[in-house]
DNA sequence: TATCTAATTAGATTATAATCTAATTAGATA
DNA sequence: TATCTAATTAGATTATAATCTAATTAGATA
């Protein structure tokens, strides 16, 4: 997950009409002046906040003859949540610094005439290696369909499959609905 | 949990800067001057964030010599991390700051030999514990006719219309098209 | 189409907070 | 004790955001 999207849960739920709407579409969806009423709030103070909360996905709305009703995503609100615990990567724990020449070395041995890969080193600290080499093709901020990533890693390694699995559960990509995006480096293992 | 506090760490979390802090300090202790250096700002800045990440306990310190080194508490911050989760539940009870023993001498005080009360307080807090005195009687998630609560309210105190009103102003409860609800317990007063 | 209800937007006010430079403090060392 | 290093505090500047009233918009209904 990006870095500002992180911080941007958090701000956004670091108010406290916020949490206590929240707290209150915690046992069913309400109209906004319901909202405002329970909070002592006036209506356009309420239309700010959940403004705040849709553009976070943490609250939807169905609308029923002249009434809208607000309803908490919840699993999206347990995802978000769990995201600043990743921060960082658990991976990073495994310590390995590695020299520029050695890596090169590494990559080469793995590399045949035409730069391609033939296979991936069972070692993991190796095939981190190779995948990053592999990752310095694509930007930062930008979104890939799956399809486009496949394309590109097969210029690389012919079982594209592997490859970006391995780069989701190495942290190195982050997926959300059939979209890819890099990681911020500081969630990479390594 | 209290609300207050669910809020303040996610208003704490909720900057790019102290996420990045949180984000190096997984991979082991820094420095301030360090963590300036890596940040790209100044010393003052980085004791800043340093200080309101300290306040909620998600970082600590350790000096050596004239250096201090800054420690990330992962369990703290994983606990408060999934505060939020549980936000609604019933468990928001504890920013009451009167004891028991308090309250009951309070009602006691205005309370005649039958069990109901003469006058109100007109302190504001002593009235509000009286109020809650009453709603006891009340059940969270019940609908109730207006009719019904004045006649409940007569069992405790003759003018109805002012408790009920009461009510409503402190957010003890919430009335829609003629119909009362207790308000779930995180929006009362106190 | 005219009118009603609920929600949103615009714009003002006010409060909060991120960052910096300059000054000060805490603690170590010679 | 004098001096050094790293951290903190004070105070200013600037940006962000919570809330309100008044005006507008979206959609339903007669």
Redo the contacts with the bound molecule.
């Keep these: 997950m990006q870095l500002d999207k992180i911080v941007n849960f958090h701000?956004t739920v670091?108010?406290?009409?916020?949490i206590r709407i929240i707290s209150l579409l915690r046992s069913g969806p309400l109209?906004?002046?319901?909202i405002?009423g329970k909070l002592?709030?006036?209506?356009?103070?309420?239309?700010?906040?959940?403004?705040?909360l849709?553009d976070i996905d943490v609250v939807y709305?169905r609308?029923d003859?002249?009434?809208?009703?607000?309803y908490l995503n919840e699993s999206k609100l347990e995802r978000l949540t769990h995201a600043i615990i990743e921060v960082g990567g658990n991976a990073m724990n495994e310590q390995y610094a590695v020299s520029q020449e050695e890596k090169a070395k590494i990559i080469q041995n793995f590399t045949d005439q035409t730069g391609r890969f033939k296979r991936l080193p069972a070692q993991r600290k190796k095939k981190l290696i190779l995948l990053e080499h592999i990752l310095r093709g694509l930007e930062h901020g930008k979104s890939y369909e799956e399809k486009e990533i496949n394309e590109y890693i097969q210029t690389y390694y012919e079982d594209y499959a592997t490859v970006r699995r391995e780069f989701v559960m190495a942290h190195f990509m982050y997926r959300d609905n059939g979209i890819y995006e890099l990681n911020p480096v500081e969630m990479w293992p390594v």
Tied chains: 1, 2.
């Design positions: 701000k670091g108010d406290k009409t916020r109209h906004g002046q319901a405002a002592g709030l006036k209506a356009p103070t309420i239309s700010h906040h959940l403004k705040k849709k709305q609308r003859k002249n009434t809208i009703y607000y």
